[in-house]
């Protein structure tokens, strides 16, 4: 009988271990380190370890999955420095995009960079962890920007041009899904100079912003125009704010070496400071 009691008392310790480390929250830190771990590093582990500790939570950056949207911040030291803003995986299924995120936010800890950065490098974790370009609604993000013609055209844009693409669907509301408020949210309190959004595979570098004075030559990638469409970030954010961005698409298969990502990076440093400094 006394077996039987001990028994009884063991089990119910155990599981109440065991429920208790399933609830138990995952830290910022932890989620981090669980998604930069999928993307390939240039650099040895630790440095990641140390990107992770710093990471951040702006309030109600979560997808509709409940998932942290974390993001961190750079700041220089240079009192000229601007403020660019980069934002990767807005589409979930682009997973080399957290490739060029991973690197820039390593590399950040190890130079002395002449403009602040703030990283979210995973935008849309529901489309990440289902791989899916859409967030867990099924809505493109990159289409619910609550740009001015979105109710009017949104919807129409969907339904002509792209043939109702469920990939491409614009949502039910501008502005209406938390992911894409949580990138707003950034834009209204860091108010970059400069925003980046990283995609893949089309292999451009499509700018929004005013006309440059004179050439980038990036080698890695031609400058292309794809035009910016309802509900887009290009629209919402140069046609409307005038916040110049650059979207980047990447080629479909990674560099084996850092140097395209670590030039593209100063590259988006020079391009800020300089060309667009004075007056567009
Ligand atoms: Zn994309």
Redesign the pocket.
Known sequence: MKFFEMLIIFSLLFQLSTSYASTEPISLKQRCLNYLNNYPSYFKEEVLDQVCEKVQQTEGCKSVAGESIFHSDYVSKNPEAKKILVISL??GD?TN?GSVSRFWLERLQKVDARNSWRIIPVANPDGVNKKT?TNANGIDL?RNFPTVDWSSDAIKYWERYTQKNPRRFPGYAAGGEVETQCIMKHLEDYKPDFVI?I??PLKVLDFDGPKLKKAFPYSYLPWKSLGNFPGSLGRYLWVERQTPVLTT?LRPTLPNEALPFEQLQDLVGTLVKKDLASGQ
């Open positions: 807005i589409h682009e995009a370009r990159n959004s995609h893949t698409e």
